[in-house]
Each structure stands twice: as structure tokens, then as C-alpha cells.
């Protein structure tokens, strides 16, 4: 396979990854922000959070399909 066509899928499968991260990360952000007594506060951190790294990992898509591009007109 080539890697023209890796970095297609990884950046196609990134999108609904991205998604699914923003609603499954404060769920997964573990035992650090149960420290915090504020209820609303850590309620706050734990969106932040998660719209961080869904954020982070919703600029996959365009790095890898461009990529995806460069690596498939240099033939790789």
C-alpha cells in the first residue's frame, strides 16, 4: 500500500476521531480533576479539555490529506 493512500484513510478516519474525542475526553480525563471541590469549576476544566483535544486532533485531516496530495504527485 502506498503511503499516499495511508495518509488518505488516517485523514478521512481523523474527522469522526476528532468528534468523538470532544464528547468521550471528559470522560477520560481521569483522576486529576476529581481533586477539585467546585463542582461547576471542574465541570468547566473538563469541557476545556476535551474541546482542546478534539480541536488538536481536528487538524489532522487537512495535514494528512494534503500530504496525502504531495506524496501522491511524487508518486509515493
Same mark, same amino acid.
Given at each position: 500500500?502506498?503511503?499516499?493512500?495511508?495518509? #488518505?484513510?488516517?485523514?478521512? +478516519? @481523523?474527522i $469522526?476521531?476528532?468528534?468523538? &474525542?470532544? #464528547?468521550?475526553?471528559?470522560? +477520560? @480525563?481521569? $483522576?486529576?480533576?476529581?481533586? &477539585?471541590?467546585?463542582?461547576?469549576?471542574?465541570?468547566?476544566?473538563?469541557?476545556?479539555?476535551?474541546?482542546r483535544?478534539?480541536?488538536?486532533?481536528?487538524?489532522?485531516?487537512?495535514?494528512?490529506?494534503?500530504?496525502?496530495h504531495?506524496?501522491?504527485?511524487?508518486?509515493?
Open positions: 500500500m502506498k503511503l499516499s493512500h495511508v495518509a #488518505f484513510w488516517f485523514g478521512l +478516519l @481523523s $469522526p476521531l476528532s468528534i468523538l &474525542i470532544w #464528547f468521550v475526553a471528559p470522560d +477520560l @480525563s481521569g $483522576p486529576s480533576y476529581n481533586a &477539585i471541590l467546585d463542582e461547576p469549576l471542574r465541570n468547566a476544566l473538563r469541557s476545556a479539555h476535551s474541546e483535544w478534539g480541536i488538536f486532533v481536528g487538524l489532522w485531516p487537512a495535514t494528512l490529506l494534503i500530504l496525502s504531495i506524496l501522491h504527485e511524487r508518486g509515493k
